[in-house]
């Protein structure tokens, strides 16, 4: 079981950035997904979390209206489309599963808010 998250990077507040977490190793479409993110100095906190099908997300109260989680089921792929980023968005991102009891966790990609 792999996770191999992508697209993090430096962006200036008001702006994008779209996440990737390639997954491998597992039935994908079986498993829901999640985001966590971990700001420098903090702990690790739940950003979102998405449905087998994509059809239920959720999100934490910070980031809800500003990013959105989705999955292409085709391509063993999650997204996190994050907009309106503020500094506080600053953390490694990181993307989630559950399989057999276990956590598994990609590496991690770090997302930079700053002027």
């Known amino acids: 079981v792999q996770l191999v998250e992508s697209g993090g990077g430096l962006v200036q507040p008001g702006g994008s950035l779209r996440l990737s977490c390639a997954a491998s190793?597992?039935?994908?479409?079986?498993?829901?997904m999640s985001w966590y993110r971990q700001p420098p100095g903090k702990e690790r906190e739940l950003v979102a979390i998405?449905?087998?099908?994509?059809?239920?997300?959720d999100y934490s109260d910070s980031v809800k209206g500003r990013f959105t989680v989705s999955r292409d089921n085709a391509k063993n792929t999650v997204y996190l489309q994050m907009n309106s980023l503020k500094p506080e968005d600053t953390a490694v991102y990181y993307c989630?599963?559950?399989?057999?009891?276990?956590?598994?966790w990609g590496q991690g990609t770090l997302v930079t808010v700053s002027s």
């Open positions: 989630k599963v559950v399989y057999s009891l276990v956590a598994v």
């Open positions: 190793g597992f039935p994908f479409s079986s498993y829901y």
């Open positions: 998405i449905s087998r099908t994509g059809s239920s997300t």
